[in-house]
């Protein structure tokens, strides 16, 4: 039941990222958006 819900926690992590990438696709964004996705792993 942990292990789902840490694979759900990180399937939804990515998903929201990928989303953050496609709405601000300018390098500033995408470079913050990288810096917050890597501190998060």
């Known amino acids: 039941r942990i292990y789902f819900d840490k ?8 998903v929201s990222h990928e989303t953050l990438i496609t709405l601000h696709n300018n390098d500033d964004t995408h470079c913050t958006t990288m810096m917050i996705h890597t501190a998060q792993q």
């Open 7 to 14: 694979l759900q926690y990180f399937f939804q992590l990515l």
